[in-house]
């Protein structure tokens, strides 16, 4: 008979989360549990199709807090994070990347790609580990998960978006 696989910190914490997302009409993006310096995080980034709201936020915290406070999975001590995975959020999981087909990302590589460290186009393609941008001017370039620090959805920032009144109040 084959051991069991012990589970992770972060797999317990997402266990233990899943029926209050359930119940609060919640997805999970991600989870991570970080050390920084001397101190510990573990970090829910959670979502809803209608945007997520601070109330939402805090509903979740409390709920979950309460959970892993009596589970007590984790040993060490560690403050307890939960925000959203923001307008510019990391792609990090198979199921991130089928959802965000055809939106535009930005990429950041380890190492230069024809003296460039970071692309952005529209997100083509996913597949095996595998990814597949559309960069201006027609131009698909395709590379493996590993090769990338970083990939998150693209956001410009123009003002043109927001709603916001000039200085004379025009």
């Given at each position: 008979?084959?051991?069991?696989?012990k589970?992770?910190t972060?797999e317990?914490a997402a266990?233990l989360?899943q029926?209050?997302l359930e119940?609060?009409?919640?997805?999970?993006?991600?989870?991570?549990?970080?050390?920084?310096?001397?101190?510990?995080?573990?970090?829910?980034f959670i979502?809803?199709?209608?945007?997520?709201?601070?109330?939402?936020?805090e509903?979740f915290?409390?709920?979950?807090?309460?959970?892993?406070?009596e589970?007590?999975?984790i040993?060490q001590?560690?403050t307890?994070?939960?925000s959203?995975p923001?307008i510019?959020r990391?792609?990090?999981?198979?199921?991130h990347?089928?959802a965000?087909m055809g939106m535009?990302?930005?990429?950041?590589?380890?190492?230069?790609?024809?003296?460039?460290?970071e692309?952005t186009?529209?997100?083509s393609?996913?597949e095996?580990?595998?990814?597949?941008?559309?960069?201006s001017g027609e131009t698909e370039m395709t590379f493996?998960l590993?090769?990338?620090s970083?990939i998150?959805?693209?956001?410009?920032?123009?003002t043109e978006d927001?709603?916001?009144e000039?200085d004379?109040?025009?």
């Open positions: 008979m084959a051991a069991k696989k589970e992770t972060t317990a266990r989360a029926p209050v119940e609060l009409g919640l997805t999970l993006w991600d989870l991570r549990f970080e050390k920084e310096g001397s101190l510990w995080y573990l970090r829910y979502d809803k199709e209608e945007g997520l709201t601070i109330q939402d936020c509903a915290s409390r709920a979950v807090d309460k959970l892993l406070d589970a007590d999975p040993p001590s560690y307890l994070e939960v959203s923001g510019e990391e792609l990090t999981r198979d199921w990347f089928e965000c535009e990302i930005t990429v950041r590589f380890f190492r230069p790609v024809n003296g460039v460290r692309f186009g529209t997100l393609g996913w095996d580990g595998k990814v597949t941008m559309l960069l493996a590993e090769e990338a970083s998150r959805l693209y956001n410009d920032y123009t927001l709603d916001i000039d004379e109040g025009e």
